[in-house]
């Protein structure tokens, strides 16, 4: 089955550690996203990459790090430098970019809920 | 302004009950519309893309009112399985101007 996986589901650790969070997809999408939801918000981007080796600064990138060395993978690492980084966090992926609506759909993973205890 | 706003609700409506939502938007240049849906605590899923002409998936239609800037969901014969926040998302053109509203939730009663 094609799809987007995050691991793992609930993730908790200590203040001042620095974790990282998985994201794969086998739907062959050249570009991928991640975003944070806090209780009661809407989604906010973090970063994004549209082709491998490349990526972009969301709109709240400060204390996130990411990677794209294959096209299949996205990994984010919440630095200790997150003020804040407990959260949903929810990777994403779509085919590509045109003005045709079918490119534009994105494709969400199960997501991650991390607390920082 | 937001780039994108809803209402947030929630919307109470009996079970059979017909319920549109709208949502904003503020950029003109918006190219692509797109309704998700998503469960308490469950990532978003796409229930529809919202075309020019308008579109109808079973109980759902989208509309695209480009002049107003707005879209619209329409829900006839509310299920209780309806009960979820429906997320208005607008793409503006390329990679990063994917813009998500706060979502609006519905409740649908017995």
């Known amino acids: 089955d094609g799809g987007i996986t995050q691991s793992p589901k609930y993730l908790f650790r200590k203040e001042g550690q620095n974790v990282t969070l998985s994201c794969e997809q086998n739907?062959?999408?050249?570009?991928m996203y991640w975003y944070r939801q806090d209780p009661g918000q809407g989604l906010r981007l973090i970063y994004y990459?549209?082709?491998?080796?490349?990526?972009q600064k969301g709109d709240i990138a400060e204390g996130y790090s990411v990677s794209r060395e294959k096209k299949e993978s996205f990994p984010l690492t919440v630095t200790s430098a997150q003020k804040n980084p407990t959260a949903f966090y929810l990777c994403?992926?779509?085919?590509?970019?045109?003005?045709?609506?079918?490119?534009?759909?994105?494709?969400f993973g199960p997501g991650t809920r991390l607390t920082v205890l | 302004r937001k780039e994108v706003e809803q209402d947030p609700g929630p919307f109470n409506v009996p079970e059979g009950a017909t319920v549109a939502f709208n949502c904003t938007y503020s950029?003109?240049?918006?190219?692509?519309f797109f309704w998700y849906r998503q469960d308490c605590r469950k990532e978003p899923k796409l229930l529809m893309s919202?075309?020019?002409s308008g579109n109808e998936d079973g109980r759902f239609t989208a509309q695209l009112n480009r002049a107003s800037q707005y879209i619209s969901l329409l829900i006839r014969d509310s299920k209780l399985s309806d009960s979820a926040t429906y997320l208005c998302v607008v793409n503006s053109g390329g990679y990063q101007k994917v813009t998500f509203g706060t979502g609006t939730k519905l409740q649908v009663i017995p």
């Open positions: 990459s549209q082709i491998v080796n490349d990526f």
């Open positions: 950029n003109s240049a918006s190219q692509s």
């Open positions: 919202v075309y020019s």
């Open positions: 994403a992926s779509k085919p590509g970019t045109s003005g045709r609506a079918s490119y534009n759909e994105q494709f």
């Open positions: 739907l062959n999408h050249d570009a």
